[in-house]
């Protein structure tokens, strides 16, 4: 027998509430080659919002050569209303020039912890891209716009191998010190585990970054978003990125596969009683008319859903 919902079972000590940031029609979709129609991915991203998500990172305002996928930022934002419900992903001063212009409130700048990615997603060094990015933090905060910060590799790096918590650390509070609201960690290809999650959030603490300046950002490549998640709740941290159906890597780290899915993280914090605003069902509808248009299956919790539906 398959179950429409889970059972609830609240644990002591752990938040209340979380916001689900959903990152699908960004990380989602900028790896894919096929280019989905600029209708459809503001379908898609009026979709995710009707069904409670209170954040829907919208497109980013990088280079077309770069993100062929994404070109159409524009577009997609002029597509869209209550633009400070939909940040954009800006790697430079010319993206957020181009991104104001298109009526953005809300930005993302994003920077890795180790040098071979900055590289390779950013054609500079770790350093530059961290100055690049400070610089365009705070300019945007002059402006009154909402900026988060992204960093990349946290828990890994295929080029690299382990990276140092306290260097992650570090990145973080120079975001924080910039301007940046919020920070979100990124497990770009998937390598954390539990223990490594609990020791960055610690790490964070130490450097004056506390737990609600964080969010949690897995891919699910080797199968530890959910348990990463779940040590994430247990170190307090209540922002947990997600992308509906499960869609998404990196085309600059062939080894991020997707992110952790909207629908398997509202599964478990349901079952934890922890209140999200999501509504489940509308969000499987929603991945599940992207995935099929993309050619792909859905999440696992989209899938069980589904044959409990038919
Ligand atoms: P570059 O080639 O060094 O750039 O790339 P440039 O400054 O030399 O400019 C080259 C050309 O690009 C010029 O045009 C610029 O005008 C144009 P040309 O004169 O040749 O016609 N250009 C731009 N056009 C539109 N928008 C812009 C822009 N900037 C320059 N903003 C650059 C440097 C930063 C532009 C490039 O490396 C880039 O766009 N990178 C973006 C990569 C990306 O989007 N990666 C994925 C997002 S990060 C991620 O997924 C991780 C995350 O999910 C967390 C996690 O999982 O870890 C956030
Ligand atoms: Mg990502």
């Not at 080029?159 to 260097?167: F, P, Y």
Request: hydrophobic share 45%.
């Amino acid at each position: 027998m398959t179950a429409s919902r889970p059972a609830v079972y609240p644990e002591a000590d752990l938040p209340s509430a979380v916001t689900v940031y959903e990152v699908g029609p960004r990380d989602g979709l900028q790896a894919e080659s096929e280019v989905v129609p600029t209708h459809r991915k503001i379908h898609f991203i009026r979709e995710l919002r009707a069904a409670g998500l209170g954040i829907v990172e919208a497109t980013s305002f990088v280079s077309p050569r770069w993100v062929p996928q994404l070109a159409d930022a524009r577009d997609v934002l002029c597509g869209l209303d209550e633009l400070d419900r939909h940040p954009v992903l800006v790697p430079n001063h010319r993206g957020l020039e181009l991104a104001i212009d298109a009526g953005a409130t809300s930005i993302a700048v994003f920077v890795s912890a180790t040098q071979e990615f900055a590289r390779r997603n950013l054609n500079a060094t770790r350093e530059l891209a961290l100055q690049r990015a400070t610089e365009v933090v705070e300019e945007a905060v002059a402006r009154s716009m909402r900026v988060r910060g992204y960093v990349s590799m946290c828990f890994g790096d295929p080029w690299e191998g382990r990276v140092d918590v306290t260097a992650v650390a570090e990145v973080s509070r120079a975001l924080v010190d910039a301007g940046c609201a919020q920070v979100s960690l990124g497990d770009t290809i998937g390598v954390g585990t539990a223990g490594h999650v609990t020791s960055l959030v610690r790490a964070h603490e130490r450097v004056g970054v506390g737990i609600d300046r964080l969010a949690l950002h897995f891919h699910d490549t080797y199968g530890q978003a959910l348990a990463n998640v779940y040590a994430g709740l247990r170190a307090g941290i209540t922002c947990f990125d997600s992308s509906a159906g499960g869609i998404g890597g990196c085309p600059f780290a062939g080894s991020a596969t997707g992110n952790l899915a909207t629908e398997d993280l509202l599964w478990m914090l349901e079952g934890l009683g922890i209140e999200t605003g999501v509504d489940l069902d509308a969000v499987v509808r929603a991945g599940r008319s992207m995935t099929d248009l993309l050619g792909r299956p859905s999440s696992r919790v989209g899938t069980a859903l589904g044959s409990v539906a038919s």
